[in-house]
T-cell receptor
Framework: DAKTTQPTSMDCAEGRAANLPCNHSTISGNEYVYWYRQIHSQGPQYIIHGLKNNETNEMASLIITEDRKSSTLILPHATLRDTAVYYCIVRGGNTGTASKLTFGTGTRLQVTL | DAGVIQSPRHEVTEMGQEVTLRCKPISGHNSLFWYRQTMMRGLELLIYFNNNVPIDDSGMPEDRFSAKMPNASFSTLKIQPSEPRDSAVYFC???????????FGSGTRLTVV
């Protein structure tokens, strides 16, 4: 699996967009980018994933560069409840059965008033 | 849907005692994962099952740890004998199909004294 690099921590003002970057320069053609977050004392929560096209759901948007070597998770209007550790993970494509996800150290996002 | 259910939420035990953690995955999910989280090591995958069959147990730290999945709706992680260094939060997660969209439980906080 490709290695990912994320900033250790970021701050964002409430109501503003939070843009969380992730570098995955060794990503291969069939690997997806997944984003999870972990709010304090809770289990990780799936946010979004994508292969090469930009993706959007009710939680966030995922922007993947054309060369796929980096991506950005966007929380359009961050709230205090979005304070969490955000994990960017790269994993192989759909094989019909699940395989393991390896969580790194992630980015600690602090949303402030 | 009640989500992934783990029990107990908290467990305090004495060194040398047997500890059993339980997990009920989401109905219909065919993959189950056990993770351990500590401040020092972050989130570590211990073992995962596909269709009740253990696929990768390379993360199980030593023979004191064992996991079973007797049917699609139940899994256990057992530590015997327990040691203080086993103190951690243990998460169970389940998923369906080939995409790594996991749903995590709330975790079991284990303290071995």
């Amino acid at each position: 699996d490709a290695k990912t690099t994320q900033p250790t921590s970021m701050d964002c003002a409430e109501g503003r967009a939070a843009n969380l970057p992730c570098n995955h320069s060794t990503i291969s053609g069939n690997e997806y980018v997944y984003w999870y977050r972990q709010i304090h004392s809770q289990g990780p929560q799936y946010i979004i994933h994508g292969l090469k096209n930009n993706e959007t759901n009710e939680m966030a948007s995922l922007i993947i560069t054309e060369d796929r070597k980096s991506s950005t998770l966007i929380l359009p209007h961050a709230t205090l409840r979005d304070t969490a550790v955000y994990y960017c993970i790269v994993r192989g494509g759909n094989t019909g059965t699940a395989s393991k996800l390896t969580f790194g150290t992630g980015t600690r996002l602090q949303v402030t008033l | 849907d009640a989500g992934v259910i783990q029990s107990p939420r908290h467990e305090v035990t004495e060194m040398g005692q047997e500890v059993t953690l339980r997990c009920k995955p989401i109905s219909g999910h065919n993959s189950l994962f056990w993770y351990r989280q500590t401040m020092m090591r972050g989130l570590e995958l211990l073992i995962y099952f596909n269709n009740n069959v253990p696929i990768d147990d390379s993360g199980m730290p030593e023979d004191r740890f064992s996991a079973k999945m007797p049917n699609a709706s139940f899994s256990t992680l057992k530590i015997q004998p327990s040691e203080p260094r086993d103190s951690a939060v243990y998460f169970c997660a389940s998923s369906f199909g080939g995409h790594e969209r996991y749903t995590f439980g709330s975790g079991t906080r284990l303290t071995v004294v």
